[in-house]
């Protein structure tokens, strides 16, 4: 059994999915296990990871709206020192995901074929974000 770690540092530009597969996929490959599990998480507590479709753009376009619905920005809100859109974030991380685990198979993430690896950012301002990754296998 083996392990590897890695961090991605993903820039965002404000809310919205930001898709990381390919990122992920060529990290996995190069780490010479052939089969395991790999976990991601996120060190942020105002983002998330989502596994999404990734064929059609209004699926994410749809879920940013739809999150916004339920955890709209200046509602009355006991927290907002850093901002009427921090509350919210966090609200929107709580109700997803901060780790994810997928399968390894033949050196590559097992995802099903319309699934991508998201950074799901709910933050209006730009953010360097951190997703730890580590794969476990042989």
Not at 5 to 32: K, M
Not at 96 to 122: C, M, N, R
Request: negative net charge; glycine residues 8%.
């Amino acid at each position: 059994m083996r392990q590897a770690t890695h961090t991605l540092v993903i820039e965002t530009d404000g809310p919205g999915l930001y898709e990381v597969t390919q990122e992920v996929a060529r990290w996995c490959a190069g780490q010479g296990i052939g089969k395991g599990l790999l976990t991601l998480f996120i060190a942020h507590t105002s983002a998330s990871l989502l596994i999404q479709e990734n064929a059609d753009p209004n699926v994410q376009r749809d879920l940013v709206d739809h999150f916004d619905r339920l955890a709209p920005a200046g509602g009355p809100y006991r927290h907002d020192v850093e901002g009427p859109d921090d509350m919210p974030a966090h609200i929107k991380s709580a109700l997803t995901h901060t780790q994810i685990s997928v399968p390894v198979l033949d050196a590559k993430p097992a995802l099903g074929v319309w699934q991508g690896i998201y950074l799901f950012e709910h933050r209006r301002a730009p953010h360097k974000r951190r997703i730890v990754l580590h794969l476990l296998g042989e």
